[in-house]
């Protein structure tokens, strides 16, 4: 069998289950009952991902390059704070706009870049109200005002009537933050990609017209 | 009758009944009086657009695609929240800047730009100032106080001296910090495209010299 | 007289009387002393800069075509807050980095949004701590604070620790905050500008290795 | 000797020096101990930089234009504060990207960046936390907050929960400030360009494909 039968076949299930995933860590954080079905779920999804991962490893022709090419799942694998990440590699399944070239590149970027962003704000307030709400001096004391806080981050407006005060805290306040000036970027780059085709393409016209 | 020819003579009438609507929308949040004749506005152009809506449909040879290309259009239609965005259709009307082709296109999106950011602004500050001047704690609790905070947050300075309380308030807030981060691309990518076009304008000078 | 000739001659000793205006315009805000004299310097330097503009418009050979492209020195006639950004019309005269094309572009628009940049940062400072450090409940109340505020908000940093109250310390705040939404989209612009150079004339070596 | 040869032989002998420097520089801030061998090895590598500056110098074939192009190396030598910014210099010896034209110089620009950034938003914190830490009023008590501050600075979010209060903290803001400007710059060129290179890729499949 080859990697990318593999990935073909395991594509679809590992999607289910990381939404199983997000779901249970989702309703361990907010509700905070069930938690040992959450605990099963969340440790099941981990361990079938690390059986994928030990797999795709064995598959792979070249197993070096494989493990340098996918650092990044390793660390979503060790990491638990990264776990609900592996979403984003879903992202890229969902291929809907498909018109002429270059806009159908900005699309599927900008759709992924949407999908991304949301799944990182959702993620970082859900783990930034794990980790605040039962600080003491803490803003962030329910997840309505995790997630406005979330917003206010990652658009880098920062007003600061919410804020961080302890160190996990901090550490997701920081990700979202960098999540804010890759947003900007990206917003930025499409933009700029767009107006280039739209003065290149009224450029062509005039041309056309100048030499008839 | 065409859906090309039934736009064209619905164009100016829409824009008249879009500026009486922002009109009506302001003075019933600003001065509070008149608010039977406001109400009664408000709805009657709701109403005529959506009898727009239906005469457009109706009209279309493609209805399930027109019905997919403005799906925004129904958004406006049934979101109260967004319907003074409507206003943003009639930005396009106003072409004022018609010089070379490069700039002709970075004009008319510059210009475009500019009337939508400063509608979105206004009524962002309106919407703000209506949901958050009554609520307890709140600090936005005049007109003036509510366009300064569109204009912190808008270019994502965002002080925090002034900032929403409610969560009606706040996904106003979103939707600006949103157009903030829209604002810096278009800003991003119009410089870009004109630095690019100056230095392949110099370019070109410098090779017919050196051709001489 | 052709307004070439007039502009020729007239551009080094207005550069002289801008400079002496930002120089009593500084006096008075931040001494309060002799405050005849500086009142005497800046008013007569706006005469002659209104007795230049007349000039000009006689001088030129389509007069209308003038007027509308110098409606921003029209702009920083009549609105006294305007007048020391007459200075910025001088910053293009200074011509030091002249080397290759692309980066001889990049270079002067640089230099001139350098220069430009520092000069809105000083004279909103100015602005903002005449606006501000008499009025009640005021923040920035020294000129030193006024420089850290216009720092602060210029790079849309906006930590909020002094911020305008007044009504026209805030449109100061305005102003500020716009230079630095160009500010962003002029550095983003530079760089992306540059980079497409580095890739491009990388791409030209590797091709020319390639070819050999 | 040639200055080439001399720069080859005095690369990794600087970089190990710089390395010592900024150990020794953040041992005696955050230590406070052993001050002595800390001024010591400060000084040693200072005189050092000294002495490798004049040969440099020396060896140059034309002495005043190189001492125009390194106007910056003699700045980090006399101002204190710009020392640790030495070790930026060896961030381009680290070679690690190679594969495909546009993207090893993209490669290249991105971890450049993200290595000056990382020692920027160290050091930065370092200087900050010396300059503030006993001023009176001061909220940047600690090195982790910090090293809180200046990423909630160079990302431009600017909470306001700490912020400097001494005239040194606030230039040292400044230059953070800038960093951030800088940083949003070239994530955004980065992508622009990287969009760019996908947008053409795409557009020649399928002109290849059409062609068929
Ligand atoms: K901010
Ligand atoms: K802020």
Known sequence: MTIEKWDRLTNVPLFILSVLFLAAYSWQILKGTYLTACFVIINVVWAIYGIDYLVSLFLAPDKWKWFKQNLILLVTLILPVFRPLRLLRFVAMLQIFNR??????????????????TLLIYVGALAEYSAEHTAPGAT??????ALWWAFVTVTTVGYGDVCPVTPEGRCVAVGLMMTGIALIGIVSAMISSWIIDQVDARSSVQAAKTQQ
């Open 100 to 117: 002429s070239t270059g806009s159908a590149t900005r699309g599927r970027i900008t759709m992924y870049a949407t999908c991304a962003v």
């Open 140 to 145: 962030i004391t329910s997840f309505p005002l």
